[in-house]
């Protein structure tokens, strides 16, 4: 067994390709294997008009390695000032979520000199390839009660969103904009987690997040 199979176990790319979707039709900028400062780059889950999202294992003392996701800010815009601002509002504002039924944003950091956002891996899938198995199949999956339940929980997130205040609390009032089948996420463990506050809407400052 090689040291990136080792280092990957269950989050290898056949395991994972369920839930990543579609083969990827770009080139990502960086390439398995490749570090950048204590991050280990295992490889790319996708990329948006912004970022690139990779799979990637955090390091430390005694073996220490936890597995974790990646949002790298495109290298082509890390010289546009306004891109880079928009980045960090979206760390800020994703850092302020706490809730369990939204992925966790445990840090933005400065790494070799690109912007990172570091999140949470989870193992599991996307509602939408859910769908999308569901109709291959001619089958309801999943079943109506855990549907409401999955929408239960969706909502859940959102109205913490929603109700989430400024330091000095002031309400910020903020809007998910694509709440769609994609940004649902369905762990293995039955959790429902909302993705991407990245396109998200303050209602207070009429401002993009």
Known sequence: MSEYELEVGDASPAAVAKHVGAPLDFQPELQPGTTIGKYRILFCIGAGGMAEVYLAVARGPGGFNKLLVLKLLRSDLEGQENLVKMFFQEAQLA?????????????????????????????????????????????????????????????????????????????????????????????DDGDVKLLDFGIARSTTSDKTR
């Not at 979520?97 to 912007?115: C, K, M």
């Not at 205040?165 to 940004?183: I, K, Q």
Request: hydrophobic share 40%.
């Open 95 to 187: 850092a302020r979520l706490s809730h369990p039924n939204i992925v966790q944003t445990f840090e933005v950091a400065d790494v070799e000199n690109r912007h990172v956002l570091v999140m949470e891996y989870l193992k599991g899938e996307s509602l939408g390839n859910i769908r999308r198995r569901s109709y291959r199949l001619h089958k309801q999956l999943p079943p109506l009660p855990i549907q409401l339940t999955i929408i239960a929980n969706v909502l859940a997130g959102l109205h913490h969103a929603h109700e989430l205040e400024d330091y000095d609390g002031t309400p910020l009032g903020l809007v998910h904009r694509d709440v769609s089948p994609g940004n649902v996420f369905v762990t």
